[in-house]
């Protein structure tokens, strides 16, 4: 049966995560108080924020700006998108 939890993101009672996304506090706060559907809108948003912004992960300032939007988007509501973002076409509207 799959674990429960309260998800902070979106407010109900979802699938949690099956373990902590990474190691260390903040791995193991998201693992506790965000499902598996919010870790993965994240994911998608991460990627579009890397893709947008052309960034290079393995660079601190990357990685401290993804940490920050990570934080923004699972606990604090939203993150801004990129200035002229447009979001790819859904498959049926090509």
Same mark, same amino acid.
């Given at each position: 049966?799959?674990?429960? *939890?309260?998800?902070?993101?979106? $407010? *109900? ?15 193991? #706060?998201?693992?506790?108080? *965000? @499902?598996?559907? %919010?870790?993965?809108?994240? !994911?998608?948003?991460? /990627?579009?924020? *890397?893709?947008?912004?052309? !960034? /290079? ?8 700006? !993804? %940490? #920050?939007? #990570?934080?923004?988007? !699972?606990?604090? $509501? @939203? /993150? %801004? ?9 859904? %498959?049926?509207?090509?």
């Amino acid at each position: 049966m799959p674990r429960k *939890i309260q998800c902070k993101r979106l $407010g *109900i009672e979802a699938e949690g995560l099956d373990k902590p996304p990474f190691p260390g506090p903040e791995g193991q #706060r998201i693992y506790e108080n *965000i @499902s598996k559907q %919010a870790w993965e809108e994240w !994911l998608k948003v991460q /990627t579009m924020l *890397i893709n947008e912004y052309r !960034l /290079t992960v393995f660079e601190p300032e990357a990685k401290e700006f !993804l %940490a #920050r939007e #990570r934080e923004k988007f !699972l606990f604090g $509501g @939203s /993150t %801004a998108l990129p200035e002229g973002y447009v979001p790819p076409k859904a %498959a049926e509207d090509s």
